[in-house]
Nanobody, 127 residues
Framework: QLQFVESGGGLVQPGGSLRLSCAAS????????IGWFRQAPGKEREGVSC????????NYADSVKGRFTISRDNARNIVHLQMNSLKPEDTGIYYC????????????????????WGQGTQVTVSS
């Protein structure tokens, strides 16, 4: 079972920035496509950004393009999501998921990319 520890969330004002981290627990990230997903109150979980196993291909939801940047460090077994120019609609719990042999675009579009989720990290954008 693939498990993650997500961190870096918090309360930030509109226009602010946060850097989320997703650390793999008990397995090696290399070889997996990794995705960040978020769930806002009362809404379905949605794909935010996904990155290929080698980091060479990324995918972003239209709502975050130009503001968020996903990156990975396979040597340190961690994936980051740099979030700039945050908006209230970015509020939600952010989770990581991993799958093999899948493109970032396909993974981000999945409605159920994982059968189990970590605790996630809460992001609240509010003045």
């Amino acid at each position: 079972q693939l498990q993650f520890v997500e961190s870096g969330g918090g309360l930030v004002q509109p226009g602010g920035s946060l850097r989320l981290s997703c650390a793999a627990s008990g397995f090696i990230l290399a070889g997996y496509t990794i995705g960040w997903f978020r769930q806002a109150p009362g809404k379905e979980r949605e794909g935010v950004s996904c990155i290929s196993s080698d980091g060479g291909t990324t995918n972003y939801a239209d709502s975050v393009k130009g503001r968020f940047t996903i990156s990975r460090d396979n040597a340190r077994n961690i994936v980051h999501l740099q979030m700039n120019s945050l908006k209230p609609e970015d509020t939600g719990i952010y989770y990581c998921a991993a799958r093999r042999i899948i493109t970032p675009q396909t993974m981000c579009a999945l409605s159920r990319p994982s059968t189990s989720w970590g605790q996630g990290t809460q992001v609240t954008v509010s003045s």
